[in-house]
């Protein structure tokens, strides 16, 4: 478990590093004489570069480990990063947020893997992956605000340069401080005909992962996208920037409520992503209408939603996984995500004078729900009632 420590103490450092920049990237590229259409590609380049990094972590990570992937995802996202502070103009910004995006794409996969592989005891994971979610909504409780108090204070390019250096210098101790855990292969022992005892390995899992279950975070990515994209347009002034950086805090702090319910535990994975979703894309739907209610309020029910959703999320894919090939199973994970995160912002930026991007955020959870297949649930309840 002092693997699982130290893991998470330097993705706190990282997570607050990289939400950090989230109220601050839109002023700074408006400033640099950005488009909010522009601004929305260059948040979709963002994530569509995030496929060929996921793609290669999916067989490296399974192959050589995770460490030496998440050492390099933060020393080269710090780099980028230093060279991020010296940009003058929307292009160079374009091409340095794309290169961010492939490099940080092998943080997450490689993460997540090692946490599911320090133990096999399906119970643990999903305390493991409960403590990610805790660890990354901490961070992004005060990051957003801190982002934008040091833009007020420090300017952006000094903002950036030591953001930059934050990174690099986590990534010299990950490198010391991270040990690696190799997956761990369950084996009984059972005598055969002959008198010897033979060992047999685990049966495959009997259920695979349907390609539906990705529609999921595809869905809530996009929604997160358009969100991101959507509220730093309300900051105008630097006094406007840093309540849009609280308003990204709230969102973490109503995650930080839900992951404090360690009792939402004992519900299935499978129905706390299922009514959490829904629960989601009924919230966007009350933004996307102007019902009467504070939008602080809203987005605290937004991160709310969000924390029984991405534990959850997670859990449920070890367990249709079967403790095979994590690598590979949160690649893909990665991958729906990158691509959510690709088609929101850019919706949102062509279509919001047309129509409101809550509402866009609002149909693709809806349709993602109600394709979730619930053969999934039946399944797994049936392979824990027997086993």
């Known amino acids: 478990?002092?693997?699982?420590?130290?893991?998470?103490?330097?993705?706190?450092?990282?997570?607050?590093?990289?939400?950090?920049?989230?109220?601050?990237?839109?002023?700074?590229?408006?400033?640099?004489?950005?488009?909010?259409?522009?601004?929305?590609?260059?948040m979709g380049m963002y994530s569509i570069t995030h496929l060929p990094g996921n793609l290669i972590a999916g067989f490296g990570v399974d192959r050589y480990g995770s460490r030496l992937f998440i050492v390099f995802s933060l020393m080269a996202?710090?780099?980028?990063?230093?060279?991020?502070?010296?940009?003058t103009n929307p292009w160079?910004?374009?091409?340095?947020?794309?290169?961010?995006?492939?490099?940080?794409?092998?943080?997450?996969?490689?993460?997540?893997?090692?946490?599911?592989?320090?133990?096999?005891?399906?119970?643990?994971?999903?305390?493991?992956?409960?403590?990610?979610?805790?660890?990354?909504?901490?961070?992004?409780?005060?990051?957003?605000?801190?982002?934008?108090?040091l833009v007020a204070k420090i300017g952006f390019s000094t903002a950036f340069t030591l953001l930059g250096w934050v990174l690099i210098v986590t990534s010299v101790c990950a490198l010391f401080f991270i040990k690696e855990v190799r997956q761990k292969v369950e084996q009984t022992e059972a005598e055969g005909n002959d008198g010897k005892k033979k060992t047999k390995l685990p049966l495959e899992p009997a259920v695979p992962i349907p390609w539906l279950v990705y529609l999921l975070p595809v869905a809530i990515s996009c929604a997160q996208g358009i969100l991101s994209f959507e509220l730093p347009l309300l900051a105008k002034t630097q006094e406007a920037m840093m309540t849009t950086g609280l308003l990204f805090s709230v969102i973490s702090i109503g995650a930080l409520v839900?992951?404090?319910?360690?009792?939402?535990?004992?519900?299935?994975?499978?129905?706390?992503?299922?009514?959490?979703?829904?629960?989601?894309?009924?919230?966007?739907?009350?933004?996307a209408s102007d019902i009467p209610a504070p939008l602080t309020l809203m987005l605290l029910f937004v991160g709310m939603a969000k924390g029984v959703i991405l534990p959850a999320l997670s859990t449920l894919l070890i367990e249709l996984s079967g403790g095979a090939r994590y690598g590979r199973t949160f690649s893909v994970l990665s991958i729906a995500f990158s691509i959510?995160?690709?088609?929101?912002?850019?919706?949102?930026?062509?279509?919001?004078?047309?129509?409101?991007?809550?509402?866009?955020?609002?149909?693709?959870?809806?349709?993602?729900?109600?394709?979730?297949?619930?053969?999934?649930?039946?399944?797994?309840?049936?392979?824990?009632?027997f086993s």
Request: aromatic residues 12%.
């Open 258 to 287: 839900t992951l404090s319910m360690l009792f939402l535990n004992r519900v299935s994975a499978y129905l706390r992503t299922l009514w959490g979703s829904l629960i989601l894309a009924i919230i966007y739907f009350g933004i």
């Open 92 to 149: 160079q910004l374009l091409a340095l947020r794309s290169i961010s995006g492939f490099v940080l794409a092998f943080l997450s996969p490689a993460c997540l893997s090692l946490l599911a592989r320090i133990t096999s005891d399906r119970t643990e994971q999903g305390k493991l992956m409960a403590g990610n979610g805790l660890v990354h909504t901490l961070a992004s409780v005060v990051s957003p605000a801190a982002g934008a108090y």
């Open 1 to 42: 478990m002092k693997t699982a420590v130290w893991l998470y103490l330097f993705l706190f450092i990282a997570f607050f590093d990289l939400h950090a920049q989230y109220p601050i990237l839109t002023p700074f590229a408006i400033s640099l004489g950005a488009a909010p259409s522009f601004i929305g590609l260059m």
């Open 340 to 385: 959510g995160a690709f088609i929101g912002p850019m919706a949102a930026g062509q279509l919001r004078n047309y129509i409101s991007p809550y509402y866009i955020a609002f149909i693709a959870l809806m349709i993602a729900v109600a394709l979730l297949p619930l053969r999934i649930s039946r399944s797994l309840s049936s392979r824990t009632h």
């Open 77 to 87: 996202a710090g780099i980028v990063l230093l060279f991020q502070s010296h940009v």
